[in-house]
């Protein structure tokens, strides 16, 4: 079974500009994470979307945002990057049903985005 | 992926010793925890969890240890070999109704295995 994609491996943009990262999930994992890795923050979580709705959200500006589409594919979107936007970009997806509590999360290899 | 790095503490052992990483969650709510390890140039890959109404779990040659008292997490990885060398990361999540993932990250702690 394939594990979790993500494209492109590695972006660079300047400020200002906006970015889409995407992400498949493994096939049938309906839950799809994202999360920001940078040396001074560590590993952050941004958002998680399931059946197509965002169902938990972390602590970013509206800047950043993203969507799930039907097939469970997911991108995010930054918007007007900032310096401090150069980071790791990390999907994780899980089966991940209605039921309460965690389910397994597998990771993606991340998408490099550096701003310049 | 690749892993965190610049300001992490290193933990350094000599292959076949047992390791001993250790982690300070947050939130008293929290009622999953999990270890994810993380090695130059991949995404973080799962380890071991444990529910909060558990203080021990043990697989194939790690340990999660919980003490909820002090919010307390460790990982204890037995005879450890030179491919256990990574970042090591814990994780706590809340659950809620209707379900779904918010993970809050340790900081993350380097294990080197010394030949």
């Known amino acids: 079974k394939a594990g979790v994609t993500q494209t492109p491996r590695y972006l660079i943009k300047t400020r200002g500009q906006q970015v889409t990262l995407s992400c498949s999930p493994i096939?049938?994992?309906?839950?799809v994470s994202w999360y920001q890795q940078t040396p001074g923050q560590g590993l952050q979580f941004l958002f998680e979307?399931?059946?197509?709705?965002?169902?938990n959200k972390g602590n970013f500006p509206g800047r950043f945002s993203g969507r799930q589409f039907s097939n469970s594919r997911s991108e995010m979107n930054v918007s007007t990057l900032e310096l401090g936007d150069s980071a790791l970009y990390l999907c994780?997806?899980?089966?991940?049903?209605?039921?309460?509590?965690?389910?397994?999360?597998?990771f993606g290899p991340g998408t490099r985005l550096t701003v310049l | 992926g690749e892993s965190v790095g610049l300001h992490l503490p290193t933990l350094s052992v000599q292959e076949g010793d047992n390791s001993i990483i250790n982690c300070a969650y947050s939130?008293?709510?929290?009622?999953?925890f999990i270890w994810y390890k993380q090695e130059s140039g991949k995404g973080p890959q799962f380890i071991i969890d444990?529910?909060?109404?558990?203080d021990k779990r043990q697989g194939q040659r790690v340990t999660v240890l919980l003490n909820k008292t002090v919010k307390h997490l460790s990982l204890q990885i037995a005879a450890t070999q030179p491919g256990d060398s990574a970042v090591y990361f814990c994780?706590?999540?809340?659950?809620?109704?209707?379900?779904?993932?918010?993970?809050?990250f340790g900081t993350g702690t380097q294990l080197k295995v010394e030949l």
């Open positions: 096939s049938g994992h309906r839950s």
């Open positions: 444990i529910r909060s109404n558990m």
């Open positions: 994780a997806s899980s089966l991940s049903g209605s039921g309460w509590g965690y389910n397994e999360q597998f």
């Open positions: 979307y399931f059946s197509e709705t965002q169902r």
């Open positions: 939130n008293s709510a929290s009622d999953y």
């Open positions: 994780a706590e999540n809340i659950g809620k109704a209707g379900g779904g993932n918010k993970l809050t």
